[in-house]
């Protein structure tokens, strides 16, 4: 007698992949590849020679209740990056406040193989391929570079993790970006090769301290209502990358949890199921980002810098390695200059300073309460996970498999699938024990605008008419309440998903009918993306009414900051305002 229900097993069977080439060949060829590459030097550990590698450097900070402090660093142009890792030296060398990690967010491109880039839209920071390139960031300065984003598990992942370990990038990530879309590439079962090479790699490498890396909220936790799950998933990847791979797994999270008390339970409960002696699991917490203001900006400190605090303390309480990521106070408005990486960078410094002042006040009772019950629902999550799994005959010892299943599967229905309040019945409907924000706040701003909309009586506006509604990128929540605004003024709607490309979301707007196009869209690519919807019009000789939100920026030719684009869009006639109210009006008009 099986534990899923019908409809779940069914709908697991059906991600069981056609075929694929065996898992551990594959793994096999990337380990064997990973013994005949060096491991080179991080700017760091080429200007020391008191530790052997970045890992022991993590580690001797961690037993002194020291706070290991990463940031993320993504500019326009590869010399402004390197110019800018220069000044970030400069700056730790004049205030004293040393930095550990620089992590490079480069452009989305990275990901493509050399054929496919060149058709893809731009994206707001910097691109990087070639050995010269990596050498530059590294070389920069004597603080150690690592190549996260955009490398393991994307169409070019095996061969950017090969060149991010010659360049000596202390961990390799990220791993939960497995399911990221990347424009145009499609051929799945080649990627996730490609990424179990790769984590044969990172295996080979598992002597020198080589780190698989994964951002939690990238990935299947940025879609779940419980704090717990964000445990029980991290355990399916550590599965895959350790138990299966053999590989290092470390763990950066929650720009996306901004309450306190869960952010650092999450992070104690990861340490109880997932460290051991040898490998602490922890990297960093991300400054939350979704209690930002987007207007009087200097507000923001009032809440980033309590949270860094709260993390201190409990660092030095447990002594995890749990890391730190400062996030400027401008995050809600556009990627960040340096002036304000370093601004909110030294204010989570200087709260260190004042830690053990704190200490002796604060009691952690309440957090280990949480943390023991976060541990235990995330662990029955994963090991519904498996059991589930292998009752749809999906085989759990071969990557190749899993990852394919995980890249199709829908990160929601993970969730309701496998949660313990769910596992076995019919019911979609779980129970968070530690309700995640950002779904909580979305369901908050539909709430407002509906409020605002009813009392303009225009419910019933949309009345009769289809509209396709898509997200250009991985973003989510945008497009869910938007499509959630569209049908209760009467809309029947088409949602097409996320990483949807142009032309398919024209091809659907041709299959179901309708002239409405709308895309939520968040990385910078609006505009090229509008021109995209623009031109395919014309080449169909057809008549289509597009409308955009999100994030609606660009870097411009010229300039090394996003401008924002909404005008340039309404002059090529695509409609573009984040205000519902408006585009409810003009649809209903048409
Ligand atoms: C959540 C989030 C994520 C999550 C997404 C999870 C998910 N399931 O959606 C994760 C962690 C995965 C993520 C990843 C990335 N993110 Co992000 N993310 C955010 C964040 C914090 C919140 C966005 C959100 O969901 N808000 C809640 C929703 C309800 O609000 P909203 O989307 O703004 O929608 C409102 C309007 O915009 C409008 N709207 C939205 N869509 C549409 C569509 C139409 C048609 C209309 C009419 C209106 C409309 O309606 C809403 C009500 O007004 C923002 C920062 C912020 N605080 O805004 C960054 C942000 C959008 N992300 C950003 C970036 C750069 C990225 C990454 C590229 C970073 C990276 N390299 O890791 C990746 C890209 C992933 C990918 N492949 O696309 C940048 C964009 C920079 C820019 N353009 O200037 C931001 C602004 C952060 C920053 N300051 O750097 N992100």
Redesign the pocket.
Known sequence: MGKLNQVSLDYLKSLKPQAHPDGMEMWREGYEKGKTIPFGKGGFIRSQSKYKNHAEMKRDLMKQGKIYWNILL?LATLEEQVEAEKKLYEFSQRSGLQIHSIQS?PS?LVALPPEWREKAPA???YEMYTDEDYELQQAACPIDVSFN??HLSTPNGYANTILAIEHGSPTIG?FC?FN??FFGYNDNVERMCNMVRALGVCAAKSDDYVEVKT?L???YA??FLDCASYVGYAMLEHYICTKLCGARYTIGFG??LSENDTRCAVAMALDKVLSTEDQPVLRYLNGS??L?W?HDIHGNYGVSVPEMLFEILVEKKYHMGLGINPV?I???????TLQELEDIFAAGKRAEEKADEWLPYFNFEPLEKMRDVMAEEGAKLFYNSLEGFKEAGIDIEDPVEMLLVLMEMNPIRYEQMFHSTTFGTASTDIQPFYTTI?GR??ME?KQE?LDDLDAKNMRGSLDGKTVV?G?G??????????EGILQEMGAETVNAG??MDAVDMLDLADEVGTKFI???????QALDYGRQLVQLAKERGKEYWF?????L??ILPGHSE?TEIADLLEEIGIHA????RI?VDQISKL
């Open positions: 993504g967010i989305g994206t707001t920071s984003d955009y990220e970006q990221w879309g951002y909220d990238d990935g940025g879609y720009g996306l980002t979704n930002q987007d400027s401008t995050e809600k408005l556009r990627v960040p950002l706040q979305t701003m605008i509604v997200s990128d991985a973003h989510t929540y945008g497009l869910v309440l938007v996320v990483d709308g895309v939520s869209c968040h990385n910078g409308f955009m939100g999100g994030k920026n660009a996003p305002s984040n205000d519902m585009t």
